[in-house]
């Protein structure tokens, strides 16, 4: 059964259309890689499965759940959508986490707010999970520094573990190593290779051409707002039979 | 003489003390809410809140008391402020809520619109409430960042309550005044300088204090 389903999803911003018609589905514990060039829509359309962004059109279905449908304006209030959207978890290209937190309390703070409302959350675990998150991060000895005491590298595996810890059925990345030298960019791809070996559901919008193609169930290329061309990483990125994906795997060759 | 002097100037430096006080008490609220107003996304609400901030950080404060003291009573033939002394301080402490709101109200809405993007979005992604995020996400970073111009407002506070001699409120540099016609002596105005400097050197150290505090995290 498909865990996440996504039919017909359109969005502009005023007259320019991000995305346009897109449906794809996946599968549980499937790693999904999202390439294409800037402005080709991948981060919208993220944006959109979090609900940063709403849609103007289409169908969000997670495990036969309905959570977004542009036809029920029920599915579109405020209150409706910040349920639902624990379905899913976001690492940020700029990392995002709470300065003034450490990076156990940055990973403890929603659980524990969360905790509040919904009584069948026994609260008194979500510190020791958060330990273990950290520990499977290697960042056991990092637990009580701040932000601003953390490599980039570190900033961001204290954000995986933070959405880790909200247990979301998808977890997305956005390009979660744009921002980090080279050095850096390797031990957070080594972690969500671990994620991945784990068979942890992932959406991962990236410009890693090689950590794609061997991370990778299934590679999604998008141009101007739809899907050009989507299989395996042999399928698409060894064979390509779009034109529009021959022509950025070669632009992508001719830099590296 | 000098105990004279001291007890006078301590008095009115008492009436210096209570406007600067209620002052803050007032308009450092009032300013939250003139700053949502100003960021509202409703132009009925932000266009005239906008207006109100030009007008009253584009004329000068001893002005605005002056209207703010005889307009009602000249215009309209009102007696708002009631008689003597205290109707003097109560028109003086309206002028002032009104005009350093609005300078907090300025503070406030460089400080919230400086928190990017991202620290809201992040709170929305983990679940959290509006209400959620902006006090247990954004507020203490906010509180950070306005709290070096806030001080610097407050300080230039302790000296603007001065300007209430204008409508005959009296503080302490009004009784300084006093000896200079009484006695023949200015030794009194500068001994008003000492109490200017001493109060504002101690707020010095409380927000240095508080800045240090608050300089665990970046």
Redesign the interface.
Known sequence: MAVLEVRNLKKSFDSTEVIHDISFSMDEGETVTIIGSSGSGKTTLLRCL???ETPDAGVIKVRDDVLFDSSIPESRSEEAI??K??H???V?Q?F?????YTALENIT??PT??AREDKSIDATLIENRAKELLSDMGLSDRMGN???ELSGGQQQRVAIA??LA?NPDILCFDEPTSALDPELTGEVLRVIRGLAKQHTTMIIVTHEMSFAKDVSDKIIFMDKGIIAEEGSPEEVIDNPKNERTVQFLANYKKVN | MFQTVTLTLLEGFLQTLRLFVLTLVFSLPLGLIISFGSMSKISIIKAPVRFVIWVIRGTPLMLQLLVIYYGPGIIFHANVWGSGDGGRFIAALVAFVINYSCYFSEIYRGGIQSIPAGQYEAGQVLGMTKHQIFFKVVLLQVIKRIVPPISNEIITLVKDTSLARVIAVYEIIWEGQSFIKSAGIIWPLFYTGVFYLLFSGLLTILFGHIEKKLSYFR
């Open positions: 979090n609900f940063l910040r349920k959207r624990l899913f978890g976001l940020f700029s995002n986490l709470f300065p003034q703070l929603a707010l969360l701040y932000p601003h933070r959405a909200m």
